[in-house]
C-alpha cells in the first residue's frame, strides 16, 4: 500500500541568504562572503511548529513532497520547510568545493532556522540531512556552538548514525558527480533508478514523479540537479578520515537531547545494524524502525513509511 501522492498543495519557493567564513583576500584582508539557500514551505506560514525536511547528498529538498503533504494535511499549525542544501536544486553553488562539507551545511541550517523564527521545531533528516541534522541538534545547553531558536524537539534521523559504512560511500563515489545528459525526463529517470534500486520498490509514476525534481533543462538536454563539484570533499574521505569523524559523530550524538526516531532500511549498506543497535542504547537513545525490502534509503512514499513519521512527531 502507498501514500496517495495526488497534488492537493504545492509548496511555495523562498530563499535565505547564509554567510560564509571570511577568506584572506588578495590584499590579505578577510573576505566575507555568502551564498543563497532555498528551501520548499508548504501549509502555513506563520504556523509556530517548524518540521524541517533535509535530503540526502546528491538529492533536493522535493524528495519530501509526499512526507510533507501528508503532514500538513494531517496538523493544523503546522508549516513544513524543506531546504535544497547549497549546491543542489535552487540554491546556489559554492566558488570553492571543499565549503561542501556537513559543518558548513549545518551553519546554513541554523541561519535558516533564525530566518523561520520556530516557536516549536521537529527535524526530519535523509542520510546526509540526519548527519547535519546530529549537528543541529546536538548545539543545546554551554557548550553549543552554534545557538538555536529554540532546541530540537523531535528527530529523525533516516538511515544513518556516527558510523558510516565505507563500502556504501565508495558505491555512492562510483557515481556523484560524473557528467550525464538525458534527452528526457523520463530517461534521466530511468538512469537514476539504476543507481537507486536500493530505496526499495516504487511504480513509475512515483519514481517519476520523485525523479522529476532531479533533473534540470540544459538547452536541448536535461542534467541532474546539483553542482558536479560536491564529489570533490566526498573524494577525499579515506578510511582513517572517516573514523576520526565517527568519533566525533559519537560525540555530537550523545549530546542530543531530542527525542529520536532512526528509520532504517533493512537491507542498507550504509547503516549497519550493528551501529543501530548501538544508538537505541546511548546518547537520546533512538527507537528504531525498520522497512523490510528496503536499503539505503527510505524515500518517506510508501504509507507505512510516511505513518511511522506522522506517528511519531504527533
Not at 21 to 47: C, E, F, I, N, V
Not at 81 to 100: I, K, N
Request: aromatic residues 8%.
Amino acid at each position: 500500500m502507498t501514500h496517495n501522492p495526488e497534488t492537493i498543495t504545492e509548496p511555495t519557493l523562498h530563499s535565505v541568504t547564509c554567510p560564509e567564513l571570511p577568506k584572506p583576500g588578495p590584499d590579505g584582508q578577510p573576505l566575507t562572503q555568502s551564498h543563497r539557500m532555498a528551501y520548499w514551505q508548504w501549509g502555513d506560514a506563520q504556523a509556530p511548529h517548524v518540521v524541517v525536511c533535509v535530503h540526502g547528498l546528491s538529492r533536493q529538498g522535493r524528495d519530501f513532497d509526499v512526507l510533507a503533504r501528508a503532514i500538513v494535511q494531517s496538523q493544523a499549525n503546522v508549516r513544513v520547510v524543506c531546504p535544497d542544501v547549497v549546491g543542489r536544486g535552487q540554491s546556489e553553488w559554492l566558488s570553492d568545493p571543499m565549503g561542501y562539507q556537513v559543518p558548513n551545511y549545518a551553519m546554513d541550517m541554523v541561519t535558516l532556522l533564525h530566518h523561520l523564527q520556530p516557536q516549536s521545531l521537529d527535524w526530519v533528516g535523509t542520510s546526509m540531512g540526519g548527519l547535519i541534522g546530529t549537528v543541529v541538534a546536538s548545539q543545546v545547553g554551554e557548550g553549543a556552538v552554534m545557538p538555536l531558536p529554540v532546541p530540537v524537539r523531535k528527530l529523525v534521523l533516516n538511515d544513518v548514525g556516527p558510523v558510516i559504512q565505507f563500502e556504501a560511500l565508495q558505491r555512492i563515489g562510483t557515481y556523484l558527480g560524473l557528467p550525464a545528459r538525458f534527452t528526457s525526463v523520463e530517461q534521466g529517470a530511468q538512469a537514476l533508478w539504476m543507481i537507486s534500486q536500493s530505496f526499495g520498490p516504487h511504480t513509475p509514476a512515483q519514481w517519476l514523479e520523485l525523479s522529476q525534481h532531479m533533473l534540470k533543462q540544459d538547452q536541448d538536454a536535461w542534467v541532474l540537479h546539483y553542482d558536479p563539484a560536491i564529489a570533490v570533499p566526498f573524494r577525499t574521505v579515506t578510511p582513517e578520515t572517516a573514523a576520526a569523524g565517527e568519533a566525533m559523530l559519537w560525540q555530537l550524538y550523545d549530546r542530543i537531547q531530542a527525542q529520536t526516531l532512526l528509520v532504517r532500511g533493512a537491507q542498507s549498506d550504509l547503516l549497519s545494524s550493528a551501529t543501530a543497535q548501538a544508538m537505541t542504547q546511548r546518547g537520546p537513545r533512538a527507537k528504531l524502525v525498520e522497512f523490510e525490502g528496503v536499503g539505503h534509503a527510505p524515500t518517506f512514499i510508501a504509507d507505512d513509511q510516511v505513518q511511522a513519521v506522522l506517528d511519531f512527531l504527533f
